[in-house]
């Protein structure tokens, strides 16, 4: 079993920054792909961003250029630092760690860009 904890998420004004940490409950990074994912009101829950176990990175085409997803291996922890915030980013944010065998989530962390 692995928990996953989002945090970062809050209010901030169009053209802003914020960076959402997820911290896993045990070092996966090495066998799962971690993801960020958002659900707007409304819309279905879209992927944003991964990085695969390897380290590749992936993007939605809307957030390339704006986003970046990392991790720190040490600190069991995946960010996801979003820059040129727009209000179309709000929405609930949410951790993922997948692999061929498990999925896990987060419970989630709102990001709302209003002036």
């Known amino acids: 079993q692995v928990q996953l904890v989002e945090s970062g998420g809050g209010l901030v004004q169009p053209g802003g920054s914020l960076r959402l940490s997820c911290v896993a409950s045990r070092n996966i990074f090495s066998t799962y792909r971690m993801g960020w994912y958002r659900q707007a009101p409304g819309k279905q829950r879209e992927l944003v961003a991964v990085i695969t176990a390897g380290g590749v990175t992936n993007y939605a085409d809307s957030v390339k250029g704006q986003f970046t997803i990392f991790r720190d291996g040490v600190a069991n922890t995946v960010y996801l630092q979003m820059n040129s915030l727009k209000p179309e980013d709000t929405a609930v944010y949410y951790c993922?760690?997948?692999?061929?065998?498990?999925?896990?989530w987060g419970q989630g962390t709102q990001v709302t860009v209003s002036s």
């Open positions: 993922n760690a997948q692999n061929g065998w498990y999925n896990y």
